[in-house]
């Protein structure tokens, strides 16, 4: 394929990101146009509260520009799984819109593409500002995902990313409402390249994910990819069914060889209360399991078009 030929998609999800998308647009369309001849850019607004509805019907007649407006917010892992739904290029572009991923380094993923590999990413190192819980729960997060499990996702994998056309198939074919994007892409294989890079900070507004959608996340990924949690609640009850059979044994034993009368009302109390609470958090997990299958049986769509633009180039040639 030579130089310009190639044909680009991007894929945006923009929430709320009215003060960030002239920007946005204006670097990335100015970049692309560097690159190639054929491209397209896809805007996903994830149910905006914000002026970005009016921003992007300022840029409606924009060549290849397609946009595409949620019915109510449904989640990035939404928009971009919408995205990738509307992709009809050679290659995708991953990007966020609030410019931390800096469109400069799109020629660097692209040449990596063009030496054979069919995923590129750029890996996050984690900045001195996020908090210690953070990086402790993400540490402890991805050691359960890839306890004992044959696929790996690696921790420090940015959102930022270039997939190939085969790649954007192999996504599309799975069926799953819970999407854990990090995890699918890892799932799916293919010849991965990762780069480094640290992310910039957010040019306007603050991030949106604060702690109960990272922890709504987090449990998304935990479930999709791990069946640790239930497994440990096994090995611990069998562990203190063992414990309690040898206690019991000792009891027994005393009492009927020494005369001993067993006093145990301490001992008790706090038996069953340990016990009720492990119980308790053994059956808060398996419902969190369920309550995931649940969402998958009920076959809902995972995100709803309200309405949309199609500016792309893509869309004429497909038609023809
Ligand atoms: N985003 C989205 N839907 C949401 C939340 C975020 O489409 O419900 C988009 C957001 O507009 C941005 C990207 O996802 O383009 C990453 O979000 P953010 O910058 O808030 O996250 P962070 O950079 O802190 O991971
Ligand atoms: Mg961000």
Same mark, same amino acid.
């Given at each position: 394929?030579?130089?310009?030929?190639?044909? =680009?998609?991007?894929?945006?999800?923009?929430?709320?990101?009215?003060? %960030?998308?002239?920007?946005?647009?204006?670097?990335?369309?100015?970049?692309?146009?560097?690159?190639?001849?054929?491209?397209?850019?896809?805007?996903?607004?994830?149910?905006?509260?914000?002026?970005?509805?009016?921003?992007?019907?300022?840029?409606?007649?924009?060549?290849?520009?397609?946009?595409?407006?949620?019915?109510? %917010?449904?989640?990035?892992?939404?928009? @971009?799984?919408?995205?990738?739904?509307?992709?009809?290029?050679?290659?995708?572009?991953?990007?966020?819109?609030?410019?931390?991923?800096?469109?400069?380094?799109?020629?660097?993923?692209?040449?990596?593409?063009?030496?054979?590999?069919?995923?590129?990413?750029?890996?996050?190192?984690?900045?001195?500002?996020?908090?210690?819980?953070?990086?402790?729960?993400?540490?402890?997060?991805? #050691?359960? =995902?890839?306890?004992?499990?044959?696929?790996?996702?690696?921790?420090?994998?940015?959102?930022?990313?270039? @997939?190939?056309?085969?790649?954007?198939?192999?996504?599309?074919?799975?069926?799953?409402?819970?999407?854990?994007?990090?995890? @699918?892409?890892?799932?799916?294989? !293919?010849?991965?390249?990762?780069?480094?890079?640290?992310?910039?900070?957010? @040019?306007?507004?603050?991030?949106?994910?604060?702690?109960?959608?990272?922890?709504? +996340?987090?449990?998304?990924?935990?479930?999709?990819?791990? %069946?640790?949690?239930?497994?440990? #609640?096994?090995?611990?009850?069998?562990?203190?069914? +063992?414990?309690?059979?040898?206690?019991?044994?000792?009891?027994?034993?005393?009492?009927? =060889?020494?005369?001993?009368?067993?006093?145990?009302?301490?001992?008790?109390?706090?038996?069953?209360? +340990? !016990?009720?609470?492990?119980?308790?958090?053994?059956?808060?997990?398996?419902?969190?399991?369920?309550?995931?299958?649940?969402?998958?049986?009920?076959?809902?769509?995972?995100?709803?078009?309200?309405?949309?633009?199609?500016?792309?180039?893509?869309?004429?040639?497909?038609?023809?």
């Amino acid at each position: 394929m030579n130089d310009r030929s190639v044909r =680009i998609s991007c894929v945006v999800p923009a929430f709320n990101e009215a003060a %960030n998308l002239p920007n946005l647009l204006t670097q990335l369309s100015m970049q692309l146009g560097e690159l190639s001849d054929h491209w397209e850019i896809i805007v996903v607004d994830d149910g905006s509260r914000d002026r970005t509805r009016a921003v992007l019907a300022e840029y409606a007649d924009t060549p290849g520009l397609v946009v595409l407006h949620f019915s109510r %917010n449904f989640g990035k892992e939404a928009a @971009l799984s919408a995205g990738l739904d509307r992709v009809r290029g050679d290659v995708c572009f991953m990007l966020d819109a609030d410019l931390q991923h800096p469109v400069a380094l799109m020629p660097q993923m692209l040449a990596a593409w063009r030496e054979g590999a069919q995923m590129v990413y750029f890996v996050r190192e984690h900045r001195r500002d996020e908090p210690f819980w953070k990086r402790w729960g993400s540490g402890l997060l991805y #050691w359960l =995902i890839n306890f004992g499990s044959a696929v790996q996702v690696p921790e420090d994998a940015g959102d930022f990313r270039l @997939l190939d056309a085969k790649v954007v198939a192999a996504l599309r074919a799975l069926p799953e409402r819970n999407r854990f994007m990090k995890g @699918l892409y890892a799932w799916v294989g !293919f010849r991965t390249q990762a780069l480094p890079y640290t992310p910039e900070p957010r @040019l306007h507004g603050k991030s949106h994910f604060s702690g109960r959608r990272l922890l709504n +996340l987090a449990l998304t990924g935990l479930t999709a990819f791990s %069946n640790v949690p239930l497994r440990l #609640w096994s090995v611990f009850g069998l562990i203190l069914a +063992l414990l309690a059979l040898i206690y019991g044994g000792y009891v027994t034993l005393a009492y009927f =060889i020494d005369q001993r009368p067993v006093a145990g009302w301490t001992t008790i109390v706090a038996g069953l209360m +340990l !016990f009720g609470g492990i119980q308790l958090i053994s059956i808060g997990i398996l419902g969190e399991y369920l309550g995931r299958v649940y969402d998958e049986v009920k076959q809902r769509p995972r995100y709803i078009v309200d309405e949309q633009i199609d500016n792309s180039p893509f869309a004429q040639e497909q038609m023809a």
